[in-house]
């Protein structure tokens, strides 16, 4: 059974420092996704990443891929408020047809 | 601009009712899904449809059940609702040959009392 693992869960960072969430997966897989969720709202895809040391970046988030190792990163730079969000990532099989989903990172942004 | 509608934005049954959750999209995807999201647990998958009148099951699919009579429209169907069955309900779509990830619709905040 696939499963998702991703921390930390809670994240509170200052405005301006850097961190990175973590996303484990229990199965091979062909593409992995992050996703944000704004409370209230729902999810807006992020990035898709389809192969092995895939590198995506969109302004102050970069997300990186080892298939090798099972794991994405999401990595925050130079945090600012507006990145205050809950972010999920996801996985599935092209031949599938389903995606399963980390619990979820709720990150709070301070100034 | 695409989109994956769901009809209520928020619910509130009581227990032992029928419940109908809908969900229509209108970029023609083959696939639908449907999802509950609780605090922790991130999204479960409860049933999804590869096409029209096809329905499988997800990881929850205990006291639900799906519709896919047309291939923009999935519905979840809550035969008798308890209250563990209150949380947020998502739908989503996508192409079997899309890498864009789901679309999904705004979610149905559905409580049972």
């Known amino acids: 059974e696939l499963k998702v693992e991703q921390n930390p869960l809670f994240l509170s960072m200052q405005e301006g420092k850097n961190y990175t969430i973590y996303c484990n997966y229990s199965?091979?897989?062909?593409?992995l996704y992050w996703y944000r969720q704004d409370p209230g709202k729902s999810l807006e895809s992020l990035f898709v990443?389809?192969?092995?040391?895939a590198v995506k970046q969109e302004g102050r988030l970069m997300a990186s891929l080892d298939t090798k190792a099972r794991l994405s990163t999401l990595h925050i730079t130079a945090a600012v408020h507006d990145l205050s969000a809950t972010y999920f990532c996801?996985?599935?099989?092209?031949?599938?047809?389903?995606?399963?989903f980390g619990a979820g990172t709720r990150l709070t942004v301070k100034p | 601009d695409v989109k994956v509608t769901q009809s209520s934005r928020y619910l509130v049954k009581r227990t032992g009712e029928k419940v109908f959750l809908e969900c229509v999209q209108d970029?023609?995807?083959?696939?639908m899904f449907w999802y509950r999201q609780d605090p922790g647990l991130g999204l479960r998958l409860i049933y999804f449809?590869?096409?029209?009148?096809?329905?499988e099951k997800g990881d929850i699919p205990e006291g639900y059940s799906v519709s896919r009579e047309k291939k923009e429209r999935f519905s979840l169907i809550l035969e008798s609702a308890s209250t563990n069955q209150t949380s947020m309900y998502l739908c989503?779509?996508?192409?079997?040959?899309?890498?864009?990830?789901?679309?999904f619709g705004s979610g149905t905040r559905l409580t049972v009392v």
């Open positions: 970029m023609d995807h083959e696939n």
């Open positions: 199965t091979t897989s062909d593409r």
């Open positions: 996801a996985v599935d099989k092209i031949d599938n047809n389903d995606m399963r």
């Open positions: 989503a779509s996508s192409s079997p040959t899309t890498f864009y990830g789901y679309t």
């Open positions: 449809s590869y096409d029209v009148k096809m329905k």
């Open positions: 990443l389809l192969s092995n040391g």
